[in-house]
């Protein structure tokens, strides 16, 4: 037994001096300032665990987002935003949508607590979506995590529940109407830039990268306006719980060569 425990941890700290080394390396490129990741495969991957209910793949995906969240901030990523829980969830189970919005007490509690990723980085965290639609307790933790965050101007971890695009974009169109109605803007000046600037997303850098696990080709009615515009998108085929920094790496690494490529296209033509 001690020897099995003295070469887990021999390999453990390999595995994170490499991981060091490798984010060291990549540091020294162009990195993301906002990357988006669509959370799914939680219950396929319970499924391919033998687990009996969708409750397994649920938490180990929960337990991800520190996770990624770590490997993001050590890279310099300035602002994430998870597909956390999407609108159309809520026509899954009961038992199902009850369990999750457990999970979201957890997190913002834990978040909420002394937590060394969060303080560490200086993270504001922003539970963006509908918020309405929340349990009221549900609701107040998520408003308690956000006050307690909101000094924290750095980075930035953007929390989508409950959230669709096709809401959000509804949203931030009718703030620009009670304006009109308000006669604070004219009709004329409701523009694609004072739509944007209404979105959930607004006080974020635009997207750079939106990542989707689990090999399903689609958007899932997330970031739609925010990955209309120079955002890779890239699709992984592994489960939400099985991504780890190694299998984004990948990802970062094309991102930063297809930025190259773009500036030595962009010097060559205005020689």
Known sequence: KNMTSLISSIYDYGYMTTEKAAIGILSRGRIPSHVGFILD???RYARKAGASNTKFGHYEGFKQLNKVLDFCMRLGIQSVTVFAFSIENFKRSEEEVAYLMQLFREAFTIFSE???LIDG???GIRVLGHLSYLPSDVQELAHKVMKKTEHNTERYF????PYTSRDEMTTAIKENVKLVEQNKMNIDDITEKSIHDHLFTSASPP???LVRTSGEIRLSDFLLWQASDQCQIQLLNCFWPELT????????LEYQIYHDASH???NDNKE
């Open 41 to 43: 495969g939680n219950r």
């Open 158 to 161: 953007n929390i989508c529940c």
């Open 245 to 252: 920094f190694w299998k984004f790496l990948p990802i970062l």
């Open 114 to 116: 002394k937590n060394e």
């Open 121 to 123: 980085y200086r993270i």
């Open 264 to 266: 030595n296209n962009n």
């Open 207 to 209: 997207l750079d990268i």
